[in-house]
């Protein structure tokens, strides 16, 4: 049994050394695992906007060839064509199926328009008139058309939207 009237200050301040050590650890850690999840934290967001980026110049890409169909009534030069197609590939990757399907749905949708336009400028080379039938669905084309630019973030759902992902708030 150790003397309770054997104290010396020597003892005592290797042991309040030792203690002070101990809590010191514990303190670091604690930092250490706060610093180590604002690691995370930000390597997640970090990860969040290189996702939303990528998914945003697929949308992007989508409106320059819808726009371009648009402004200029006709198929897009090839450029802006292969980008879409591109895109649209890569959706797949990046989005439900169901946004892939609907890009080249879209993409489908404007080749008949071109092959409209063309057969319309045909026509009107040799006969120096529209078919009817023509300029009734060139009118519908060019309304799916306004539509499908007005709606094209429809397309892409909340998957396109920055802010907490729906996979991630479903968990």
Do not use: C
């Not at 980008?83 to 949708?109: G, M, N, Q, T």
């Amino acid at each position: 049994m150790i003397d309770p009237y054997s104290f010396t200050w020597e003892a005592f301040a290797t042991l309040f050394t030792g203690l002070v050590a101990v809590a010191g650890a514990v303190v670091i850690g604690l930092r250490q695992t706060q610093i180590l999840g604002r690691q995370v934290a930000l390597a997640e967001m970090d990860q969040r906007i290189a996702l939303f980026e990528r998914r945003f110049k697929i949308y992007d890409d989508a409106n320059l060839f819808l726009n371009h169909m648009i402004a200029f009534a006709g198929f897009p030069p090839k450029p802006i064509e292969d980008r879409f197609r591109a895109s649209a590939l890569e959706a797949r990757l990046l989005f439900p199926s169901k946004v892939h399907d609907d890009l080249w749905a879209i993409y489908k949708r404007a080749l008949q328009y071109d092959v409209l336009k063309k057969k319309m400028a045909a026509d009107f080379a040799r006969d120096h008139q529209y078919a009817a039938d023509d300029t009734d669905q060139e009118l519908i084309e060019n309304l799916w058309l306004n539509e499908t630019l007005i709606n094209l973030l429809d397309v892409f759902g909340d998957e396109l939207k920055l802010g907490e992902s729906p996979t991630k708030a479903s968990k």
